[in-house]
């Protein structure tokens, strides 16, 4: 027999919860000749079970009815039901927390993060000490905090001696380049990387060229091309960073961005870039896009890790408009742009050992490769001239 008091601290709740529970009839104390309630091992074990059913997510009514021997199968499926789902949160809740902290792969939760909040993604990267260039190629290459550092290390050997870092061609860019009504002015070419492009704009315009990007190895490459050109007088270089150009307002007549504006997403570069654009000025912009409304599981979900925002070319030609463009004309990159990209990276691919790669670097560009040789045409770059209505 147990006074209240001490059934209390056995059970570890107050003596106001055992009142109520009495007054449910969830226990029965007795009175005795001296006044006091007593509480029996009877009493004290149904409150350890009425514990254990609280904990399994019942509500006090239903315990009461588990208590009585009225079990409900229906209700505790629903519960069963529920406790799994809030199980599967907290794991997640772990695995997010163990990624955050660098203690297990974070790909999944870059990946998460980048398909519903991509800005926000890349200021959290900076806050961990990152550098914008660094903080950008954790987001789209390596997506793992743990091995971003050997993943970047293997992914610039890999491309060491290879001009194109995406799918590229001369005369798509001159296509582009000659349906703009002028030839002359201040040109700004945006995500220039080694400046393939940049010096086929000097060599076939009079504009006056600035080529930034956020890696001064490739703006040396540039500078060490043109050194001894009549062109290198018309090409500046700015090492610099997309989302916080140094320049002024209204500065430029055209601004060209081919296979770059993805990077901190094609609505919000087209906005944000507005501002440097002269009055009714142009834009060279490229984007991957989907050429079917029916793309294979395999490509449609590989995308989705790798570029979530992509979208149809009607989808983006809209995108487009509705940011302030009318569309002076529009096409699909050649398939010369692919193979000036892809020969190269397989014929490297083809002569490195595997095993002198620590990283996943080298599998993840084996498996892009597989992707394009079975479902390109599904998807391709789209390069669209625009002339901003402002």
Same mark, same amino acid.
């Given at each position: 027999m147990y006074h209240i008091s001490e059934l209390a601290q056995r059970v570890n709740l107050s003596r106001s919860t055992l009142l109520y529970y009495e007054k449910l009839r969830l226990i029965q104390g007795k009175r005795q000749t001296n006044g006091y309630r007593y509480y029996s091992d009877n009493d004290l074990q149904r409150i350890r079970?009425?514990? +254990?059913?609280?904990?399994? $997510?019942?509500?006090?009514?239903?315990? +009461?009815?588990?208590?009585? $021997?009225?079990i409900n199968r229906d209700m505790l499926m629903d519960r069963l039901q529920v406790l799994e789902q809030e199980i599967a949160t907290k794991q997640h809740a772990k695995q997010l927390l163990s990624s955050m902290l660098g203690m297990n792969a974070s790909c999944n939760w870059h990946e998460t993060i980048e398909r519903t909040a991509p800005l926000a993604h890349l200021e959290w990267l900076k806050q961990q000490g990152f550098n914008e260039k660094e903080a950008l190629r954790l987001k789209w290459l390596s997506k793992n905090i743990n091995e971003h550092e050997q993943y970047t290390s293997d992914f610039e050997s890999i491309f060491y001696g290879i001009d194109r870092l995406g799918p590229s061609d001369d005369d798509d860019s001159l296509q582009a380049l000659h349906a703009l009504p002028i030839n002359t002015g201040n040109a700004l070419d945006v995500g220039c990387g080694k400046g393939l492009t940049t010096c086929l704009l000097a060599h076939h315009s009079g504009f006056s060229l600035t080529a930034l990007d956020n890696d001064e190895y490739h703006l040396s490459c540039l500078k060490e091309k043109i050194k001894h050109q009549p062109i290198n007088e018309r090409i500046t270089t700015s090492c610099n960073s997309m989302m916080a150009m140094p320049f002024e307002d209204q500065q430029f007549d055209v601004i060209w961005a081919e296979g770059s504006a993805y990077i901190m997403g094609v609505k919000n570069a087209l906005k944000q870039w507005q501002q440097f654009l002269k009055p009714h000025g142009y834009v060279v912009i490229s984007d991957l896009v989907w050429l079917t409304d029916t793309p294979s599981i395999e490509a449609y979900e590989f995308w989705q890790k790798n570029y979530p925002d992509m979208s149809s070319k009607q989808q983006r030609t809209t995108d487009i408009i509705n940011s302030g463009y009318e569309i002076i004309t529009s096409f699909t990159q050649s398939d010369q742009s692919w193979l000036n990209y892809l020969v190269p990276l397989k014929q490297k691919l083809n002569c490195i050992d595997d095993n002198d790669y620590k990283s996943n670097a080298v599998n993840d560009l084996r498996q892009e490769i597989h992707i394009h040789d079975q479902y390109l045409g599904q998807y391709g770059y789209q390069l669209f001239v625009l002339k901003s209505k402002r």
């Open positions: 079970l009425l514990q +254990q059913l609280q904990a399994g $997510g019942l509500t006090l009514k239903e315990c +009461q009815s588990c208590l009585d $021997g009225k």
